[in-house]
Every structure is written in C-alpha cells, then in structure tokens.
C-alpha cells in the first residue's frame, strides 16, 4: 500500500512539473530579418534562434551567425531575430582586385575592408547599401577625363562609357554626319561605335 502511495506521489509531482512547464511556454509572433527580408514566424518560447529559424522555413550556413546567438533560447520578449549572412566577395578596381570576407556586411564596407577608397566620381556596380552575397563581384568604375570640343569650344568632362556615340549620346550631342576626329594630335577618323582610347573627342 505505502509503495503504491508512493508512486502516485511521484506521478502527481511529474505531472506538476509539467504543467508548470507548459504554462511557461508561450506562443509568440517574431520578426526574422535576413539580410534587410523579413519574415514573420510563429515560435513558442524556450526554442531555440536555430529551431525558430529552421521552423520558418529559413536555412543557415555554416558560416552564418544570428543575433540572438543560434543557440539562445526565445523569451516572451523576444521581438526580432537578425541573421547575419557570411559572404566572401571580390572587389575589383581597374586591374586591382581583391577577395575579402565578411559577416552581416553590405557593399559600402567590402569595399573598405578591400583597401579601396572612393573618389567623387567613382561609380559602383551595386548599391553601396545592399547586403552581400556569397560569392559576388563587386566593380569599382573610375570615371575617364576626356576632353570634348564641340563648335570651337573645349570643355573636359568625365564620363564611364566606352565608345564614342556613348559619350555623344550622354552629353546630349548631335552629329551631322557619323564621323569625327579622336585622339590628342591624330587626325584619324572614327566610327561613332568605336571605343575611344585617346585623350580627346573632337566633333
């Protein structure tokens, strides 16, 4: 008989405890921003920031971190979870180019990080503001300084195109005829889809 009371002593405690266990856990809505993404997800406190990711549906690399940490349990406070994406990236700038690896970085910073510093006229390929990817190639444009005479008048301008009609085209000028004069003393005749190499553009 005392064996027998004893056990269902035992059981009642167990049944307390988890009771008392499953009134803690709670069902709760957070946000999962994965590199500027958002998700909404409904996760039950004590998981953990892994479980709760995996549970939206959202994978993890290795290399990836979390913020709370992937092993932080989820607490009726728990609002937002930030998934910080590793990405090894390549950089390039005229014939420079460098790999640099990040966590949780956007364009602007790899591009520090490669040692590169951006002058007033330089131009980027991608948003400077966007998350990284694993992966990308990330080009920084130099601006070319080419002198334009255009009627008689001389004017230097900067431009990032490549072929003559290109740069016509973006300052907005209109030829006559399909030909004109490229370089700093050849008199050499060009067609408006060549590249020009020279250090002048003279129509």
């Not at 956007?106 to 990284?132: H, I, M, R, S």
Request: hydrophobic residues 35%; aromatic residues 4%; negative net charge.
């Amino acid at each position: 008989m005392k064996k027998f009371i004893k056990i269902t002593a035992c059981l009642l405690a167990l049944c307390c405890v988890a009771f008392a266990f499953s009134a803690c856990v709670k069902d709760i809505t957070v946000t999962i921003n994965d590199s500027g993404t958002k998700t909404e997800a409904e996760v039950k406190t004590e998981m953990t920031v892994s479980e709760a990711i995996e549970k939206a549906g959202i994978e993890l690399g290795e290399k990836d971190e979390t913020e709370p940490s992937k092993d932080e349990t989820i607490k009726e406070d728990t609002t937002e979870i930030t998934i910080k994406r590793y990405a090894k990236v390549t950089v390039v700038k005229g014939k420079d180019k460098k790999e640099v690896e990040l966590v949780g970085g956007k364009v602007e910073e790899a591009v520090k990080k490669a040692g590169f510093t951006l002058g007033e006229t330089d131009k980027v390929d991608v948003d400077k503001n966007a998350y990284l990817k694993d992966g990308m190639t990330i080009t920084i444009s130099e601006a070319a300084k080419v002198s334009l005479t255009v009627d008689g008048k001389t004017n230097t301008v900067s431009t990032y195109t490549t072929t003559v009609k290109e740069l016509l085209d973006e300052q907005k000028i209109t030829l006559g005829k399909d030909e004109l004069v490229v370089g700093d003393s050849t008199t050499a005749t060009v067609s408006l889809n060549d590249a020009f190499t020279g250090a002048s553009v003279t129509g």
